[in-house]
């Protein structure tokens, strides 16, 4: 939460389980319990609307998408709030009126928060606080940038409706006696790292008969595949990209490559159309592109621009709408329709008896190694994580606290437990953290990454519960399982 007026410095406040490197660096930080950043998003809401402040109508559609907007969300009273969340009442009160007043003030969310089980509704609730503070589409606040569909439309493309969650598809894969997916293309994935054990992803891409990966590595999916075509790195290839925030116009960017290919290597976008072209049984309609350049020129020279231009200025943006009837449209991502019902708040799941693991275990993206991708190179792994100054490691981040009631020291080695699985990691105690939260940063634990990955550390992500977000699917880095844990010295 960013708040500011003009002359006047702005406040940054930070709201988190557990204290992460910007959190560090707030001017003000809010410990919450993990999952109900949306209940204080709308007990701020309550506040400014019983006070006086903003008005319910202020915000618009999104605010009507909110149970018991239009009466000033009762339900959500200081009181009850600060009972649910950790957060005690003066300081919502004090926040909810700075918000309000210290203007332009604008609320984001973003990683843990939106990997709970109610993460939509949180991000609904902080878009809807935005808007009662007249914080979008507003010089200070945030917008919504409108979204480029560079896909070329040609008669006959068939376009599915929506992406299958990768539970789902291993979950066929596994119940089926004949694979449903006889060929498997993967290109920058390694979902048998990145989800957890009990999909049993490795066991329904065995099954699969022919895998191929255009990995640049062998890890842990790539090395289960039958071909391995590696691909050009991001220097050596074309590369596009629709940036979804930060800009009042449409934005589609386009950039060459800046350098010849080192190895035999073949960019993945080339290798399919040339496979294309190839099939016994030709495609219809037929793919009329030579190569990926070709294609990414015939995208954007359906905009209101010149591929020259385009390529000069590293992409297109304009405020100019491009038409409707060609290939580059604008996606209509209002979110819900109008006549969509409205949303309550429901509490976070967490997969296990309290009684029995009594901690939340919060996997954090890494700032070295964000979700693991990048864990091979050496020179990241040398890297000193800002807090705990640890390298080539993984560690559990536990509360002094609960250390000095469990007797665990800095550097003891402790085994942390889910329902799914049992972990072992040096304790590093601070005070960054909740008592009843514990911590670890993902992307170490790889059993196939290089030689300077593999068998290093832990991978928190294997212990967790298979639990989704119930509207989108999205399977995130949340804290989806309690815990428990105990000194192993």
């Known amino acids: 939460m960013r708040q500011a007026r003009p002359g006047v410095r702005g406040k940054f406040v930070q709201v988190e389980s557990r204290m992460s490197q910007t959190g560090a660096n707030a001017d003000e930080w809010v410990a919450i319990k993990p999952g109900f950043d949306g209940m204080l998003a709308l007990g701020l809401a309550h506040v400014m609307m019983k006070a006086g402040l903003r008005r319910p109508e ?41 918000f309000a007043e210290q203007t332009p003030s604008v609320a984001l969310i973003g990683g843990s928060p939106l990997a709970q089980t109610n993460g939509l509704f949180s991000a609904l609730a902080v878009n809807a606080l935005n808007a009662l503070a007249g914080s979008v ?11 480029l569909n560079l896909t070329p439309v040609r008669a006959g493309t068939r376009r599915d409706e929506q992406p299958r969650p990768f539970e789902k598809i291993a979950a066929d894969i596994l119940s089926a006696d004949r694979s449903p997916i006889q060929m498997l293309l993967l290109d920058g994935a390694n979902p048998v790292f990145a989800t957890p054990r ?5 066991e329904a891409l065995m099954k699969v008969p022919f895998i191929v990966s255009f990995g640049n590595f062998l890890d842990e999916t790539s090395v289960l595949a039958d071909w391995i075509l590696p691909d050009h790195s991001f220097l050596e290839s074309w590369v596009e990209g629709m940036p979804e925030a930060g800009s009042r116009s449409a934005v589609g960017s386009v950039a060459p490559p800046v350098m010849r290919p080192l190895h035999e ?9 040339e ?23 015939s995208a954007f020279e359906a905009l209101p621009a010149v591929w020259d231009t385009v390529q000069k200025q590293g992409g297109w943006w304009s405020d100019v709408t491009p038409s409707a009837q060609s290939a580059g449209t604008l996606d209509e991502r209002s979110g819900r329709p109008q006549t969509a019902p409205t949303v309550r708040f429901a509490a976070p799941q967490f997969d296990g008896d309290a009684s029995k693991y009594p901690f939340h275990f919060l996997p954090y993206a890494s700032p070295a190694f964000y979700d693991g991708s990048v864990a091979h190179l050496p020179w990241l792994q040398e890297l000193p994580d800002p807090l705990s100054s640890a390298m080539w490691s993984s560690w559990v981040e536990i509360n002094p606290q609960t250390a000095g009631r469990l007797q665990i020291h800095q550097g ?19 005070p960054g953290i909740a008592p009843d939260v514990v911590a670890m940063p993902v992307g170490q634990g790889h059993e196939t990454y290089t030689r300077y990955a593999s068998g290093r550390g832990e991978n928190p992500i294997r212990i967790l519960a298979p639990m989704v977000e119930p509207e989108t699917g999205s399977f995130g880095m949340g804290s989806h399982a309690r815990a428990d844990f105990k000194n192993r010295e």
Do not use: C, H
């Not at 907007?69 to 004090?94: D, M």
């Open 58 to 98: 202020a915000a618009g559609r999104a605010g009507s998408l909110i149970e018991g907007w239009s009466n000033g969300l009762a339900g959500y009273a200081p009181e009850e709030v600060a009972k649910q969340t950790g957060v005690p009442v003066a300081r919502i009160e004090r926040l909810a009126r700075e």
């Open 137 to 147: 589409n507003s010089p200070g606040g945030m917008f919504f940038t409108p979204q």
């Open 198 to 202: 009990a999909w049993k992803v490795r």
């Open 265 to 273: 290597t073949r960019a993945m976008p080339d290798v399919l159309l």
């Open 275 to 297: 496979a294309g072209r190839r099939l016994k049984r030709p495609l219809n309609p037929a793919l009329p592109w030579q190569n990926f350049q070709e294609m990414l020129r």
């Open 412 to 430: 003891d080695l402790v085994e942390v437990t889910s329902r799914q699985g049992t972990l072992q990691v040096p304790a590093f105690v601070s």
